[in-house]
């Protein structure tokens, strides 16, 4: 066992998939020599070559079609977004190219475009974006958003393997704040499309991916102290396809449930996920189900408006009693 | 002695490659007012020698891959797509290549050649510089080849994926077919170059110039940017001059166009041009073109005849394949309706 | 009164804002000379001029971007795009540039982006797209999806108006089959954000907008004769912002709830809807909110599997009768 | 005699830019490693002349507008933006121009003649197309200047705005910053072309090169970019050739550039160049030069006093103005908590 970060943790699971497949080759923007902007692929040029590292211009549409076309003949490309907001640029090839590659024209696409999402670090509205809505309702694509270090690893080696186009959001407030033991010798892939329970509870359910995952498991234990409320915590881990097992399980179980995310609301996945806990599971229900989610504008920087935007502990918190207390 | 390496056996296929593109599109246009096809038809009519010109010059048997645009139905001809199946597209069918998930000519196969193109003008060349990636990575003496029109190159991901392939000197080439307009648009309202083969210089790569309505000229000028690429040296961008004689479809007659411009160029028309080089050179004789000519309609016949009653797809196989696992998209529940049970069970 | 078309009702809309303020003009791919691919704009060149109503070559980005330039300076420009679909194409300068400019820069950006969308045409992938959802998911812009040939007027007009970027999806649909009287003299302006009770029912309301309105009013009307029920049809109109009242005034009347789109589901507007009235109104509800939407499959073009794929009338009665039943 | 149309004082006030720039710049290292600043810093050192003099050729008087980069500070110094609204913004200050909203240099004002970017890179061109594009339309006498990096030329944004204001012969003129990187990717591999004004064939603009380092060279290079503009002859690409002597931003430690490199272009520096030309051409005295550059450091001690203590903004002014109307956003319901009455009520 050594202890190693989240961002530790994707570099080692890309390593090691290019160790054991010489098909899988990395492509973006100063992902080489500099090993990335925040050098996930350091090192990865010197032991694996620039024809298997490529540092390409500033060309957000060039990475991901340059990708496909790859990955069409057999390799198995992963693209990197300097910042996932960047990944706007290549929206219309990936959702118009690469999600309907195979239902077109039987074409298989087996890449991963990978990035740092996510805000709480200052990040301003272009640095800090949760790009998942877009993607999440474009039926090609598969999107994984890790929220441990486990995860981190296990599903970059999953996405690299699947053979299916995989977005996969890395949350850049975990990077170096996440640190876990990870058993050296055992080969840990994340099954795509399965949740986690990273909590039991019985009194609500707080359904929720990436870093909020993290909140949501501090409120859970704010909720036991203070008001001696028992918390489940669902870490979708895979936003496409979803769980719908664990989201209704979770619903069955509880009663009474939020759906969390980073992202703005309006429009955003805890639309999709309320409306499959109405649809899949209404009769279970004993309280609305009610979304903490970002204020819809785009994200301020300075800390102040940053926090006010973005959903907190506390935040969780309250409407966790709201729910429970309906 | 021909003007290149071409025996007149090829230059004959290539009169074969040009006259099927023209009669089966002329089917097509039969088909189209019989109501036959679903959506619109477009055609390639005066562009013929540029497509199939361009695409001989890629070499089937090394597994050169290209990559069409709407109006390059004969590249794809050249490449080994039957007419069948170019009909069965049109109408739809169940046995199209894509069962009838993709329109007109936006079909596939790479172990034939030729990769279907998206509606999304450029993006193709992002895609096709991935392919000739490949080709690197790989070490395989393989080509890639790319259709533009004057239109698409004024897109975003025409110019960042040229520039890739520039940068990386990957085995590509772009064809880009100047037929003077992109819809109604004519080329100088698409840009301000005089010549296409100028944005050449903004990739620090070769451009070339050919009269598009000469086949031997489309397949000279491609060759050598195809061996080039071959040999490392990078991409080239080729610049086929031509015409667009018909509408942008079907549908569109062309109000846009100045009054005799289009009877100048079919004064020019490539399979006239060619097939009277063909007799004046004395590379075939004028019972052998019939005779191609004939064996082109005989096969459209056949075609046709081959698929013409053909079901359209089963609905339900519109769930299939969205991803490979898993296989199969949900049917969505009102359509599981009426259900025996009452909800509440 | 004259009997116009739903597409020469946006004509008529955008000719007549033109005559009225010199800073409104147009720009697309070949609006001009051949006024539109679906000739919205004809004989708007003649008429306007050539710097009024500019060819432009086949980029998105820049059409979108060159609007919003000359928007900041106070004209008012209108794109289109030539089928809605190549608006992904702008999707990265729309939600990142556009959208954002007057929160994060105080500037206005009063434009239009204006173009075809929709099914059931036979369009397959790439002609028949409803892009709604993504930019739903974007604060800072504004969508409207008029129905009626009056509001394919009002809209448009409010659209040019507007001192946000609006999104104008106008469905091909109903450009030539839709035709209805408008009062020649009288100013049509249809409110941003208000929606519309298409038919009054009480056992049923049908939430939807775009063409799937004149498939719920033809539901509706089947509902009435072989069920006896009556069913409400909402036309949203406005996409965004979304009109919650009218929303939450039809939960309460009805109580029981279908939300449709053409759109596929996953993600979709539908889930947001969803989730509104699961929060605003959960108590009103006796059934599940349920969503009548296209499969999850980029839109396929044969007739059968593109009639498989999206909702018809008959998918809308069947699942009216199951929310009725429950 | 100045070998351009600047006077003296003019040349003076060159120098007093580029010195404000690089001074500004120095306050804020200062304020960043006392954990001031909210983001990151970023750096335009050694480049402050292709900044300062292409942005000196506009026309503030006229209304001329530019768009720059991340590393066009002095650009919008020239423009009339003060320091203390850099100050703010890279402090996240409630009064900085942006309320708090957007990081560093990343604000506006039209009326000054500066246009806030966004980050992602491209997106500034067709932008600034439009609105030089309100110029024509509107038949002012105004020009548009935007700037990009050797990198932000890849983007199919530039493609696409620079190609639309070429057709439409926009007075637009497009400043390209070629300063040997894009974050830690050279040039070499960004593109292949030789020399980034090379570019400009692609779009049947001129293009044309200066020396960025040289003050006088770029205003002078720009000038002529501008005139041409302003008489209605469409774009120009202009190359300013210079160097990042910084990292990308500060946290960047270079690790990429070889060794010497930097030492090499030090030795080349804008300021130092300027300043001793401005001796030896007798266009300043030495007691002219140096109170110049204590009025740069009064005025910026000023800025810092005038704003160091400043609040962040309040938290709720994150809900205004993401619309005209409505001028506020929901405030989210969880915020609203806790709530008095049950919520059955
Ligand atoms: C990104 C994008 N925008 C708009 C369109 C609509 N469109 C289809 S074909 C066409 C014109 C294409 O012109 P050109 O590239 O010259 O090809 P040609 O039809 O002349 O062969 C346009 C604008 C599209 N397909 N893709
Ligand atoms: C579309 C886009 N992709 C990626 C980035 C990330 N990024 C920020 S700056 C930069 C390098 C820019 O280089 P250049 O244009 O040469 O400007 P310079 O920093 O040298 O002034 C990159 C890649 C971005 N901002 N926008
Ligand atoms: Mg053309
Ligand atoms: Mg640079």
């Known amino acids: 066992m050594t202890e190693v970060t989240y961002l530790e943790a994707i570099r080692q699971g890309l390593w090691e998939e290019m160790e054991r497949d010489p098909r899988v080759f990395l492509l973006g923007e100063d992902i080489g020599t ?14 694996f070559g620039a024809e298997r590292v490529i540092d390409t211009p500033v060309s957000e549409v060039a990475i991901v079609g340059a990708a496909a076309g790859a990955a069409h003949m057999g390799l198995r490309p992963v693209c990197e977004m300097q910042f996932i907001d960047f ?17 077109r024209a039987d074409l ?26 877009a993607f999440v309702h474009t039926p090609g694509l598969k999107i994984v958003c890790p929220a441990t270090v486990r995860d981190a690893k296990g599903l970059i080696k999953a996405a690299i393997r699947d053979e299916d186009p995989v977005l996969f959001f890395e949350h850049k407030y975990l990077y170096r704040r996440l640190k876990d033991d990870l058993p050296a010798g055992e080969e840990i892939l994340t099954p795509i499309g399965r949740a986690r329970v990273a909590r039991e509870g019985t009194d609500l359910a707080i359904i929720t991916y990436g870093a909020m995952v993290w909140k949501a498991l501090e409120a859970a234990e704010q909720l036991r102290q203070t008001d001696g409320v028992e918390t489940e915590v669902i870490d979708l881990r895979s936003l496409a396809p979803l769980d719908d097992d664990a989201i209704v399980a979770a619903v069955r179980k509880t009663h009474r449930v939020l759906v969390a995310h980073e992202d703005t609301r309006t429009g955003g996945l805890a639309g999709e996920i309320t409306a ?33 935007v973005l959903p907190q502990t506390e935040d969780l918190v309250n409407a966790a009693r709201w729910v429970v207390r309906y | 002695m021909p003007p290149t390496d071409l025996s007149p056996a090829q230059l004959l296929e290539l009169h074969y490659f040009m006259r099927l593109t023209r009669s089966l599109e002329e089917r097509l246009v039969v088909l189209h007012r019989q109501g036959k096809l679903v959506g619109g038809l477009f055609r390639s009519l005066g562009q013929e020698a540029d497509s199939v010109g361009s695409a001989y010059a890629l070499d089937r048997g090394r597994g050169d891959i290209l990559s069409p645009l709407i109006r390059n139905l004969g590249s794809m001809l050249v490449q ?31 172990e034939r050649g030729f990769l279907g193109q998206i509606s999304h003008l450029g993006d193709m060349v992002p895609v096709m510089a991935g392919i000739a990636l490949s080709f690197k990575l790989t070490r395989q003496p393989r080509v890639g080849l790319v259709y533009v029109g004057d239109g698409a190159m004024s897109t975003g991901a025409f110019h960042e994926g040229l520039n890739f392939a520039a940068v990386q000197r ?32 903004g990739y620090g790569i070769p451009g070339v110039e050919a ?25 080239t961008l080729v610049e086929l001059v031509t015409y667009r004689r018909k509408g942008h479809a079907e549908h569109d007659a062309q109000p846009y166009v100045p009054a005799g411009e289009i009877e100048v160029w079919a004064e020019k028309d490539p399979l006239d041009r060619h097939r009277r080089r063909l007799l004046a050179e004395g590379w075939a004789a004028e019972a052998e073109i019939a005779a191609v000519e004939a064996r082109v309609e005989k096969e459209l016949d056949e075609a046709v005849a081959g698929c013409i009653n053909e079901p359209f797809p089963e ?31």
Chains 1, 3 share one sequence.
């Open chain 2, 170 to 201: 990957l085995p590509l080439v772009v064809v880009c077919e100047n037929n003077g307009y992109a819809y109604s648009t004519p080329t100088r309202l698409q840009t301000a170059v005089a010549h296409l083969k100028d944005k050449a210089a």
């Open chain 1, 34 to 47: 500099l090993g990335g902007a925040f050098r996930v692929t350091e090192g990865f040029l010197d032991h």
């Open chain 2, 80 to 110: 080994g797509a039957r007419p069948v199946e170019v009909l069965r597209q049109y109408m739809a069918k169940a046995e199209s290549p894509t069962r009838g998930r993709e329109l007109n000519i936006h079909f596939n196969d790479l």
């Open chain 1, 108 to 133: 298989s696409v087996p890449m991963v475009v990978r990035g740092p999402c996510g805000g709480y670090v200052r990040g301003g509205p272009f640095h800090s974006q949760n790009p998942e809505a």
């Open chain 1, 87 to 103: 990944i706007s640029c290549a929206y219309s090839i990936l959702t118009n190219y690469v999600a309907t590659a195979r239902y």
């Open chain 1, 276 to 308: 499959r806990i109405s649809e899949l599971c209404f009769e279970w229900l004993d309280a609305p189900v009610k979304r903490v989610c970002a204020h819809d504008v785009p994200l301020p920087y300075a800390p102040t408006v940053e926090d006010f």
């Open chain 2, 211 to 235: 009269d598009g309505n000469d086949v031997i000229a489309t397949y000279a000028v491609t060759k050598m940017a195809v061996d080039r690429a071959r040999a490392g040296e990078g991409p």
């Open chain 2, 315 to 345: 609905p339900g196989t519109a769930l299939d394949g969205v991803y490979a696992d898993p296989p199969r998209a949900e049917d969505e529940w009102y359509r599981r309706l009426p259900i025996a049970q009452s909800p509440h069970d």
